[in-house]
């Protein structure tokens, strides 16, 4: 579909006109739209928060918020308020239970299992040198400095 | 352990391919709605000819086709005509309604009045009306029953009269 | 013609690719290396086929040749030359076509670069590679063909993306992108040759890590610019969004970088080879899935090409590399023995050891986050959405983690630390960065106000506490201690030759810089990474907002700047007519900034959208950005609507780049004649790969 371009631009005709908001509220409770906001996905747009997105029909849903903000309406209420309309598409926040479970937890338990992995190697390793009595890698004797023994390591990095 | 690791390997490739290829077919932008089944938001607009306020409620006990459109959207301009003759054939039996969102009064005047229009046409300034039917795009018909159920809504333009006649059956019974 | 010449160049590229594939993996594993030759013949020819290609396509866009279906979809008379051009891969047909250029460019370099040299790995690295290339050859020749014939051609086209037009950025962005996920075949084939020859020696090492940095430092700045682009235009004031394309860019990044770590202890402990390779395999393989999100039409996102067929093809290469990965790894990982054990976790190598797995704990994060919404929908027919609130959750801890080791690590030595020179060391780093808390956390609390914007409060205090901004101080905390650790570790070579043979500090710094480039290049690379996590904290923390609908005349606050609406113009360019808020932006010492027209926020109109594309006015300075952006305006009662934001700091992700640049030309830079003495020095069997 290809649009002529309309003459008379400032009217705006033949294109979406951006609407204006709400005014805000004060500043508590818009700072309550604005973190709520950020966790609902815009209806029309493409993963964008109602918050974020410059969309009008965002600010539509944005003003949506502020309104049942207003009415003093709990998180809950405001969440399942959209949730009813749109499912938990809506929240950009998955939720905790079921399935989901995998998303908040698998990423946590990979990097459990990777320390646990690493510090075990190096345990073994230091148990399997001990019992060889393999001498420390440090070598023994007049304790350095500690400016001069940093010195030596950089020295020791750069050669190798 | 040294032999189980390339079999998780292949399980969560396996899983990824399958997921992956279940996505196919399916749209990305394709909006869930929920709404359906459950009772249809009432609403107190006005009416674009003659400024009167219009509630859902008024309405009760006849079956309603809602479309949501506006003026800028070119596939609602072409379904304009397909809702039209629909409204001839089902004038009797049941309501239809045009929402204008996202627009402004003086251009859905000025099309209404160049394209001809039969059924009432209602102005939603703020696009409240819209936020509350879960509205993700234009043009999206929702057809609604009696009883004041919402039973399923149209997220496209209607082509053809023979769409429309589809899912009036459900909401005329 | 131009159909007819274009799709031939691309058969013919094709029966390169494939030639070469095959003979080089057929006669790499029989051993028979005379037919290296034919390989680099072959694979010459595809590299001349492809960018010929694709010079005429550029050819047949600027001529407007309309029969072309490309250019039908894209092209448009009205467009400037230089969109045009940039056009070729503006959609998913040219940039595929783009890619086989790209594709044919490395190969060529590579097998130029190493014509005489690894013989043993190169026929059948070179057949990986030139496997890679047959799919995407194929690719471009059936399911994405460029190339089709419109019967009867129209007189002009729609023009390219609208998106794609409104800034200089898109058109280095996506070459850049481009080069960075292209050039990950080349560390796929290398690390995939060792592995089908069963070793991998010292000497195929250094290939193996200059070609991941070649492309990692063009993913870097192709993910930057792409920010930047999407700072520039988008008008909502992020650089960042989470979007599926963004990560699939974010990825193969993670595991580039994790490898170029990892591959510091392979060098040095002779150990974890198999992960290395791994890393490698597994950065290519993320950006084929990256590029699947991209053009499968299966994600969402802003960044996505429109619908295609290409999807189930590339889904079928993705399960085959995968599979053949794997197996690979299954079968001839045990051939790459590790000669070293880890000893202890507080050491060098354990510091990256525990750097890769963040690494890898972040991929996976971002890769899990992205795909679940298709696993819950596979599996439980449900939609849900996972965006920025999800990542940020779980990016942030990560990210600090990260940021923490970049100053730990360089502290510790290999094997073992004496405990006594870490606290010595730690100690000055350590306390610095304490004392970086301490203005970040008054400047909160009102006291000291350099960057403006603070809440004067106890309320407001606590409340900024809460709101993250615990993290961003913190993150100012662990930057300083990284900063000084880095800046430490760059000068104390430098110190050290002065001290020992009475050089000038300038002679002494080049002198020792440019006897461990890697690791000097490394720290600037360092430098600028800290630089861009500063940024994107403080840009996202102590960011200040504001909204406000203004008659002609009236001003309205954002931090300490006020920006003052001063009427509406529009204007006429060839492929877009726009609107702009003329303003004038009042700083704290009321110096004042005209923008006006076309250097004001403005909205366009294209021919090919429905909705206005509008684009900011962002007023670059050296600490912080003003960001306005027209929400709105009404041509009748000459009012507009804005969104402005004051962002410290947050040009300073964009300006990291030439420290990033800089870093890794210094790395790469091939160290001959010093090379040589080093070998003559010390003639220990790794000292070569040690520091070249």
Known sequence: MTFALLVSLLLGQGYAPQRQGLDPLEAEKEARVMRLGKQLRCAVCQGVSIADSPASMARAQLDKVRELVAENKSDEEIYAYFIERYGEWVLLQPTTGGLNSVLWLGPVALLGVGLIIIVMQSKRRAAASAAAGAPATTPAGPAPTSDDALLAQVRADLEQ | MKRLGPIIALAVIGLLIFVLFKAFGTDPHEVPFLLNGKAAPNFKIKRLDNDQEVTLDQFKGRPIVLNFWATWCGPCKAEHPVLEYAWKKYEKDAVFLGIVFEDNEQNTKRFLAENGWTFPQLFDPKSTVAVDYGVSGVPETYFITREGIIQGKVAAPFSHPMQIDARMKGILQ | MNSTLGYGLVLLGLGFAAFAAVVGLVTGMTRRENALPWVQRAV????????????????????????????????????????????????????????????????????????????????????????????????????????????????????????????????????????????????????????????????????????????????????????????????WGGYWAWDPVENASFMPWLTATAFMHSTMVLERKKSLKLWTIALALGSFVLTIIGTFMTRSGVFNSVHSFTQSDIGPTFLVFIAVVLVFCVLLLTVRGHLLVAESHLETVVSREGSILVNNLVFVALTFTVLLGTLFPLVTEALQNKKISVGEPYFNTMALPLGLLMLFLMGVGPMLPWGKADPKVLKQQFLIPGGLGVLTLLPVVLWRYGAWEPLGGGEKTFGGFASAMRSGDVMAAITFGVGTFVTVVTLREMFLPAQQRMAESKESLFTAFVASASRARRRFGGYVVHLGIVAIILAVAASSAYKVAAERTLKAGEAMKVGDYSVRFDGLANGKEPHREWVAANITVIGPGGEERRHIGADAPRMNYYERSNDPIGSPLVQEMVWRDVYVSLRTYDGKAQTATFNAWVFPLVGWIWYAIPLLVLGTLIALWPQRKTAAAVKAEAPAPNAATGTT
């Open chain 3, 44 to 235: 010459y020819g595809f590299a001349g086929s492809m960018i010929l290609s694709n010079l005429v396509m550029v050819k047949a866009l600027l001529e407007h040749d309309f029969s072309v279906k490309y250019v039908s979809q894209v092209g448009s008379k009205a467009t400037p030359t230089i969109f045009t051009i940039v056009s070729l891969w503006s959609a998913l047909e040219g940039s595929i076509l783009f890619w086989g250029a790209i594709m044919g460019a490395y190969l060529l370099a590579f097998t130029l670069t190493y014509r005489r040299e690894h013989g043993r790995y190169m026929q059948l690295s070179l057949g990986v590679m030139a496997a890679v290339a047959t799919f995407f050859a194929f690719l471009i020749a059936g399911p994405a063909n460029p190339w089709g014939v419109v019967p009867n051609p129209l007189s002009d086209g729609p023009g390219p993306n609208p998106l794609l037009q409104n800034h200089v950025l898109m058109i280095i962005h996506p070459p850049m992108l481009y080069l960075g996920y292209v050039g990950m075949t080349v560390p796929f084939g290398i690390a995939a040759g060792a592995l089908l020859r069963g070793e991998l020696g010292d000497a195929w090492l250094v290939p193996l890590r200059k070609w991941t940095l070649v492309p990692w430092l063009f993913l870097s700045v192709g993910i930057i610019l792409g920010s930047w682009w999407a700072y520039a235009v988008l008008g």
